[in-house]
């Protein structure tokens, strides 16, 4: 059986890192699209932020299911039962909160399909909530690229805590953690994955970085 490239380059999976790597992040529009749909008045949406990142480490290790009921609530100042159409306002926030986070950049997609195209296991590794991780599972490039799936709110740890690693492997099929490359935005996040004697990739935005780690059936290009 010939070596794939993935094997020549020595890498035996990659662990990734879904918002910030993959994915883009959140525009200041989608900021404040959110902020006025929870209620917060306009120009405040960096202290929407604020409340939300208050709570959002426990709904991303599935914690707490009611993130949009929370961010409702602070807006109106009210228990969000005697405001109007309270349940169209929380399926509504939930969905808009969901879109944010599954943005891609199609270049680092593009890297990704030819490391793909070598043999090389994709793990997702994502910090993401229940709903956040089903849109993630539906979209074409996960169903295309992505090994298997490994996020927070399923497993009830949130990286950098050794659990998502370790699950990173396992849903890799053990890969030696020193074959095996983590790539993640969050320097934090790499830190501990180095820990447990994995590569790791701190992603600053460039996907040429991502193209000189990852083996590559064909040249990549990228704009």
């Not at 202290?47 to 009921?69: K, L, M, N, P, V």
């Not at 961010?71 to 929380?90: F, K, N, Y």
């Not at 399909?113 to 296991?121: F, I, K, N, V």
């Not at 490994?150 to 690693?165: C, D, I, N």
Request: hydrophobic residues 40%; contains cysteine; glycine residues 6%.
């Amino acid at each position: 059986m010939t070596p794939s490239l993935a094997d020549a380059r020595g890498l035996q999976a990659l662990l990734l890192d879904r918002n910030g790597a993959v994915g883009t992040q959140p525009t200041e529009e989608e900021w404040e699209n959110l902020a006025a749909l929870a209620g917060w008045p306009v120009g405040q949406h960096h202290a929407f932020q604020q409340a939300f990142w208050s709570r959002r480490e426990a709904y991303d290790a599935g914690a707490i299911t009611a993130h949009a009921r929370v961010l409702a609530r602070t807006a109106a100042r009210r228990p969000l039962r005697t405001a109007p159409h309270g349940s169209e306002l929380l399926t509504a926030l939930r969905r808009t909160d969901t879109a944010m986070w599954t943005n891609t950049d199609p270049n680092v997609l593009a890297v990704l399909h030819a490391a793909h195209a070598t043999g090389l296991p994709i793990i997702l590794v994502s910090n993401a909530p229940h709903p956040v991780a089903d849109a993630l599972e539906d979209t074409a490039w996960c169903r295309t690229l992505v090994t298997r799936t490994v996020f927070s709110a399923r497993l009830g740890a949130s990286k950098p805590h050794r659990r998502m690693y370790e699950a990173g492997l396992a849903a890799a099929g053990w890969p030696r953690p020193d074959k095996t490359i983590f790539i993640d935005d969050r320097a934090d996040s790499c830190l501990a994955a180095s820990g447990l004697g994995m590569r790791t990739l701190h992603y600053t935005g460039d996907p040429s970085a991502l193209a000189r780690h990852l083996p590559q059936a064909t040249p990549t290009t990228i704009p």
